[in-house]
């Protein structure tokens, strides 16, 4: 049988675990990356920063997805995975530190006892009150966490404890998000009969508890990067594709070189917008459904500082809405994960969904910010060792009311020998990207068994 051709376009996470699963699929198959950044592993990012290893893009993968821990595993890199020191991280609201709520679901407190001095007492006793209120809930409803919570548990609950979660995640906010991605064990409650949005709550409560929740690569992201390309044996071309053509049962790309490339099958795993130029002559419902799926922008500041200044015992600060703070949050990376040099690292992130910060602010803007930002939350002056600016660019998808009818569009419409993957599908974590490569590789699988 003769081996089969692919072009993966994209080098991120996706593409990459793409690649890796088509070569474990067929040892001789001919795979082809085509990607025009100036190095692999798009949103995984690590940096030497005060000496030592950073990430600067993505940070964190949740522990609950099973799919990262697993591709650790087959890659022989298990033993590279951190844990949390266990640290908890703090909010910031009302120009003031407090303990991150207890009992919610991103934010979605279960009860009213554990908002106590984050929000105001009319807000304590509004969701105290919730369970006596009517609620009007449509099965299969997917509306904006900021509607439901705002209307259920009032304003104060989604800017001082809904939004700092969803802002670190999605660089978006309560209004910009749908339920059932942002929860969706409580709208499968409330679909299932919860009388009220707090019943929902603690009925989800026991699928978001328990284990730790985050972990990290020893050495970075890099390290995954690195295995994922010599385990695929992966031929890259550096350059963008402009052209996508049907070629008898196969495909043409165009690359901005002038280059032509074919493959038996694709993997595009590019963000949306891309996806529907290079489909809309091909798939029209599917770039019509990509090109609905709306991307917001982020910077990251990672500073190296001096070993002895006096952070507070946590992992960081998340930022409510509505502060006068420019960051939306700070990571005290060496409290989180534990110090490992002469020098303390840490990263304020900045953007959220249509504030224009990351695509507007100079670097040095930014760095200034960060200086602020330290000295209004806890109150130190830091003289930076080491400072890495990074921009990501369109890069964090809004899973916004709706997300999954676009993301089945998206599928439903593309033509045989093509296939998608990406953080705007399956969710925006590492393990989600992981997720939807093996997603679209299976689908190509399926096909030629067919």
């Known amino acids: 049988m003769t081996s089969r051709s692919y072009c993966v376009v994209g080098g991120g996470v996706s593409g990459l675990t793409a690649a890796y699963r088509l070569r474990a699929a067929d040892a001789d198959a001919d795979i082809t990356l085509v990607e025009p950044g100036d190095r692999l592993g798009g949103i995984l990012r690590t940096e030497r920063v005060g000496a030592q290893s950073m990430d600067v893009g993505a940070e964190a993968f949740v522990l609950r997805r099973p799919e990262l821990p697993a591709l650790l595993a087959e890659l022989g890199l298990s033993g590279r995975q951190l844990a949390t020191t266990g640290a908890r991280p703090l909010i910031y609201a009302g120009q003031t530190l407090h303990p991150l709520p207890t009992g919610t679901v991103v934010g979605i407190p279960s009860s009213a006892a554990s908002m106590v001095g984050l929000v105001d007492e009319a807000t304590v006793a509004r969701i105290e009150a919730e369970p006596a209120r009517p609620l009007d809930w449509r099965p299969g409803a997917d509306p904006a966490v900021a509607d439901l919570v705002g209307e259920r548990f009032g304003e104060q609950t989604v800017a001082r404890s809904v939004d700092p979660l969803l802002s670190g995640v999605y660089a978006g906010s309560a209004a910009t998000i749908g339920l059932r991605a942002a929860a969706p064990g409580v709208a499968a409650a409330l679909d299932g009969g919860a009388a009220c949005l707090t019943d929902a709550v603690r009925r989800a409560l026991p699928l978001a508890t328990g284990a730790p929740v985050f972990g990290a690569i020893d050495g970075g992201y890099q390290v995954l990067v690195d295995e994922l390309v010599r385990r695929s044996r992966l031929r890259r071309v550096r350059a963008a594709v402009r052209r996508l053509d049907r070629a008898g049962a196969g495909w043409d790309l165009l690359d901005d070189s002038g280059a032509r490339h074919h493959a038996d099958a694709v993997v595009l795993a590019i963000p949306p917008a891309q996806v529907a130029q290079l489909v809309a002559g091909i798939a029209p ?166």
């Open 285 to 450: 419902h599917s770039a019509a459904a990509a090109g609905r799926i709306v991307c917001a922008s982020s910077a990251v500041v990672a500073l190296a500082v001096p070993a002895d200044t006096p952070f507070p015992q946590c992992s960081g600060v998340l930022v409510a809405s509505g502060e006068r703070l420019r960051c939306k949050a700070v990571t005290l990376s060496s409290r989180k994960w534990g110090a490992r040099g002469d020098t303390q690292l840490l990263r304020l992130s900045f953007g959220r969904c249509g504030d224009g910060l990351a695509e507007s602010a100079s670097d040095d803007d930014l760095l200034g910010w960060a200086l602020s930002d330290l000295v209004d939350v806890f109150g130190l002056s830091v003289e930076p060792v080491d400072v890495r600016v990074q921009r990501w660019l369109a890069a964090m998808p809004q899973y916004g009311p709706g997300h999954a009818a676009l993301v089945a569009e998206v599928r439903a419409g593309l033509p045989p020998g093509l296939a998608v993957a990406g953080s705007y599908l399956d969710g925006i974590g590492v393990p989600a990207c992981v997720g939807s490569a093996g997603r679209a590789v299976e689908a190509l699988e399926a096909e030629v068994a067919r």
